[in-house]
């Protein structure tokens, strides 16, 4: 009959069944979750949860865009390291990004050992050698080669290409870490400030690194610095000038980024394009 509505079926042979199952009930949970914490100790209510993080804003919202920007031209040139390296062209930007924290992470770990050992890990310092790669990076071509494309994710009326509801539940999981970081002008775990965010602080206090056993916190030995990481962080906090408490807090932004492209990596590596 004319107008009548077609009878709602579920179609057990779609292969993005199970990606939509996954999705409807992963974001039903965390709503199932969120509801469920208003009546426990923490009390927690949505609009509470948003007026703390409007509150934040005016401090963490300038970090969080000094660190992001700085943290992308380290992964630019990270990766301009790597392509250097590697001496061939990457498969994807997603790949490149991975790639490019890889190398920014090297890069900085080099310069931290070399340039801190005589106190000159500065701004300027990492802007110099950023500048040498980022000219470098002229004469690598091709950077990026795509591969072909297959037809049948290209076309927009594919089914392969229609993923609805399931582009829902990353977003709601990405957005946890977002807002955390956006609600936190101090890292708001104990054990970070000694462990990740002293080591930082020394190296934009002093620009220098000068023996490898050099524990600035006097909680935590050696053995538990995470060098690459302090490196990075501090070639991130020398580049925009911040306290390393708080770069460390709007660096949750990038990373959430960074590993959100990394699961997207891996989905690609396992299951192919589609």
């Not at 009548?4 to 042979?13: A, C, H, K, Q, Y």
Request: aromatic fraction near 6%.
């Amino acid at each position: 009959m004319p107008g009548r509505r077609r009878p709602f079926r579920v179609d057990l042979s779609d292969a993005r069944l199970p990606a939509r199952v996954l999705a409807v009930a992963g974001v039903i949970t965390l709503m199932l979750g969120t509801i469920a914490l208003q009546a426990t100790a923490l009390d927690f209510t949505v609009l509470g949860g948003l007026a703390g993080v409007v509150s934040q804003l005016g401090s963490t919202v300038p970090a969080a865009v000094s660190i992001g920007l700085a943290a992308a031209l380290e992964i630019i040139c990270g990766a301009v390291l790597i392509r250097i390296i590697r001496r061939s062209a990457f498969s994807s930007l997603s790949e490149a990004a991975l790639f490019g924290l890889v190398g920014a992470v090297a890069k900085a770990t080099v310069l931290l050992l070399s340039l801190g050992a005589i106190g000159h890990f500065n701004g300027l310092s990492v802007a110099l050698v950023d500048v040498g790669l980022l000219v470098s990076a002229a004469f690598l071509r091709p950077f990026i080669q795509h591969p072909a494309v297959d037809p049948r994710i290209a076309d927009p009326t594919s089914p392969a290409s229609q993923l609805g509801i399931a582009w829902a539940l990353p977003v709601v999981i990405w957005a946890i870490p977002v807002t955390l970081q956006l609600a936190s002008p101090v890292v708001p775990f104990l054990d970070v400030l000694p462990n990740h965010v002293a080591p930082v602080e020394h190296i934009g206090a002093y620009a220098s690194w000068e023996r490898l056993a050099i524990s600035p916190s006097p909680i935590y030995g050696p053995s538990r610095l995470f060098l690459g990481y302090a490196a990075l962080l501090g070639s991130l906090t020398a580049l925009t000038g911040l306290p390393a408490v708080l770069a460390v807090a709007a660096f949750g932004l990038p990373l959430a980024i960074l590993l959100a492209l990394g699961g997207y990596h891996l989905c690609r590596v396992l299951g192919g394009p589609t």
